[in-house]
């Protein structure tokens, strides 16, 4: 994005946001409001001055933040305004997820709702007095304009100081209960007796498919979102449920709704038919019109689910979905450097979806009159188009209705359609790209490194084992600082104190990574992150962890999550982390640190799927069984090595891990406990499959593997 940020502008203005790396921020330092920063300078100016604070949250590829600063935060009265009344500070909520939290549950209790861009009114001291979204220039939409909230909160916190040091008290007692709250055992059960019903899982899973769209799939109403933990908790349940034989009407609904769901979105204006990769959300029930924007954290979480579908059912489009949404990631939000970008815009030239649409007229001269004719059936392009006049491009019907109403063969319209992709590509490309946010942000990046690690293994994918290498090797060399992992990166500059969920998915990404090179390094670094996780978000009194460590900034509040939103939340990704790292070690420490967080929440999860998805994934781990898997290669390419690890490769295995050595790597060995004492049977490579290490007699052929492990 750095190079569209001020493209075609004469500025009169720069404040002090010229001095951040954040793209969203950089867009805003030219504005003539006089913007902070979040950070000691603008705190210590409200309190000397008595000015509250106006505090305004949102993100790069936010449509409705660009919006407001063209309306209000460049219009030089309202800045005026702004600037002589109040404190003014405005926060990257990627970066700054901690404030992005506290003050979304304050605007939530003041108004019942949230969203971008999120503007606060603070007390010198941090504490909330009032909030909302998006206000509009003049009143409309049932809101009142922003310059009328200005004025009533000026005069407000000028005349009515105590109604306003009320509210705010009331926020700062809210933050301390909230932040007293404990996770506990049930009464007179202690860790060593803890015995889950697996029924909490099925019921989970009941809960979450009545919630299935039958007809379009996807969960609930429009706005559609895809929801990956969601898919991902009931695919793990396909993989409890037996294979054949056995299997119930809720287990054929299950799955059958699940594929419904993954083909829609898969066929839908959703995921970019051209490009690859997936939108945010669909504004629609048929996943036909999204928001255009595209985040990292969706594609690294809906990849998985596409190819570990693929294992289940076989079907190759599940397989093509992760593969296309990979390499639009390598090809699109990857830094020279090894690190993926955040997001790209929903916007180019001013206009949402600009880049993706099209008309008939541009097909044709795009692809000429012969594909153009075809193509059109296929996707659905009309005269009139379906947005704005144009046409978002969508699998219309089946591609085997398609190819039938075509008068061509499967494999003639396969053909057509990636010809045609490549054709419509390269014409889009010189179109006015939507911008993108180039920051590398450590959670984000852990969730693709964990995505580009597993396909790579799975799929024998050279390219995507190269990019989770060197995304690994990125984050463990230019994202640490001092000795400590940083939460964002741009441009060479590491910044900012990771948090919970960025020392989480960094440990789950290199435990992935470490199962796809055999690489005990990414091991041993899992390890070290995860004990100082430990160390320092662990909070013994409550019984759980924090979002923040405790050497954090203060706050008004110190944030902890305990329910999944667009992303796994910290204390999730953690719990399932450990988990992974107590099959690789056998040390029961890390087992009973997830289960004092997951047990205490395992009826909630029962009761709210929609809420818990990661944690239910966690819970499924920690209720079992879990494969441990130690593969001893006799030869650094020994060929029989190989064909075991295609074996464990072509099940899909939710709960297990993977070590891999050489026979001859003493110093494996030793890094990674699951490989100790794990020699070769008649020199040949032997895999070895674990419950709690105990091990089953040890194997040397792909048959003999796969009867060893779980059946689909």
């Not at 209790?109 to 998006?134: C, E, I, K, Q, R």
């Not at 304009?145 to 700062?172: H, N, P």
């Not at 796809?516 to 899992?526: D, M, V």
Request: glycine fraction near 6%; include cysteine.
């Amino acid at each position: 994005m750095s190079d569209q940020l001020n493209q075609g502008h004469e500025h009169k203005h720069t404040n002090r946001l010229i001095h951040e790396t954040s793209p969203y921020l950089l867009q805003h330092a030219h504005n003539p409001v006089d913007w902070y920063a979040w950070g000691p300078e603008a705190l210590e100016k409200a309190k000397a001055e008595d000015k509250p604070i106006f505090l305004s949250v949102g993100y790069a590829a936010c449509h409705w933040c660009h919006v407001q600063m063209h309306e209000s935060f460049e219009d030089e009265a309202v800045a005026a305004f702004m600037n002589e009344h109040f404190v003014c500070i405005k926060v990257d909520r990627e970066e700054r997820p901690d404030i992005d939290a506290l003050y979304m549950d304050a605007v939530q209790a003041l108004t019942g709702s949230g969203g971008w861009p999120m503007t606060v009114f603070l007390m010198p001291d941090g504490a909330p007095f009032f909030g909302g979204t998006y206000f509009p220039p003049q009143d409309r939409y049932g809101m009142p304009s922003f310059m009328k909230v200005l004025r009533s909160m000026a005069q407000l916190y000028a005349t009515r100081r105590d109604d306003v040091e009320k509210q705010a008290e009331e926020f700062r007692q809210f933050y301390a209960r909230r932040s007293a709250v404990s996770l506990r055992l049930p009464d007179n059960v202690t860790l060593a007796q803890i015995e889950l019903d697996p029924d909490v899982l099925s019921q989970a899973a009941d809960r979450l498919v009545a919630t299935i769209d039958p007809v379009n799939g996807g969960f609930g109403r429009a706005p559609k979102f895809p929801h990956p933990m969601g898919l991902e908790y009931l695919l793990r349940m396909e993989a409890r449920a037996p294979a054949t034989g056995e299997r119930d009407a809720e287990d054929e609904r299950r799955m059958l709704l699940l594929r419904l769901t993954l083909d829609k979105m898969a066929e839908g204006g959703i995921y970019d038919q051209v490009g690859g990769g997936f939108h945010r959300y669909s504004t629609d029930t048929h996943w036909l019109v999204p928001h255009f924007e595209k985040m990292l954290y969706d594609n690294a979480l809906l990849a998985p689910v596409y190819l570990h579908a693929w294992q289940l059912t076989g079907e190759p489009r599940y397989r093509r979905i992760c593969e296309e949404t990979l390499d639009y990631v390598l090809r699109e939000m990857t830094d020279p450097a090894g690190g993926f970008y955040s997001t790209q815009d929903a916007d180019s030239g001013g206009v949402e979806g600009a880049f993706y649409v099209w008309t008939p007229a541009e097909l044709r001269e795009a692809l000429g009159e012969a594909d153009a004719t075809l193509i059109e059936q296929v996707w659905g392009v009309t005269a009139s188009g379906n947005f704005e006049g144009h046409n978002i491009l969508h699998l219309a019907q089946p591609e085997g209705e398609t190819a039938a109403t075509l008068g061509i063969s499967m494999e003639e319209l396969r053909s057509l359609i990636e010809r045609t992709r490549k054709t419509l590509y390269d014409a889009r490309v010189k179109r006015v790209c939507p911008a993108r946010d180039d920051k590398v942000l450590a959670s984000w990046n852990g969730f693709m490194l964990r995505a580009m690690a597993e396909a790579g293994r799975i799929l024998d994918r050279a390219d995507y084992r190269q990019a989770a290498s060197a995304n690994a090797t990125f984050l463990l060399e230019r994202m640490i600082v001092n000795g400590r992992l940083c939460r964002s990166w741009r441009q060479g500059t590491a910044k900012l104190d990771a948090y919970l969920e960025d020392y989480a998915a960094l440990v789950n990404g290199l435990l992935s990574i470490y199962e796809t090179t055999g690489e005990t390094h990414f091991f041993l670094q899992a390890r070290t992150f995860a004990d100082e996780m430990l160390q320092r978000f662990w909070d013994e009194p409550s019984s759980s962890f924090f979002d923040t460590a405790s050497d954090h900034e203060t706050l008004i509040g110190r944030p902890r999550e305990l329910s999944d939103n667009a992303t796994p939340c910290g204390t999730s990704l953690a719990a399932e982390a450990l988990l992974r790292l107590a099959a690789f070690t056998g040390e029961g420490r890390y087992h009973d640190f997830a289960a004092r967080v997951l047990v205490p929440l395992a009826s909630s999860m029962a009761d709210q799927p929609s809420a818990f998805s990661h944690f239910l994934c966690a819970l499924d781990d920690l209720i079992g069984p879990f494969q441990e898997i130690a593969l001893i290669a006799a030869t650094p390419d020994d060929a029989s090595a190989a064909s075991l690890e295609r074996a464990i490769a072509s099940r899909y295995l939710p709960r297990a891990v993977l070590a891999v050595a050489r026979a001859d790597d003493a110093a494996a060995a030793t890094a990674v406990p699951l490989l100790a004492y794990r020699g070769l049977l008649d020199d040949k490579s032997t895999a070895y499959v674990c419950q709690g290490f105990v091990c089953r007699q040890p194997v040397t052929t792909p048959d003999e593997l796969l009867d060893l492990l779980p059946d689909q």
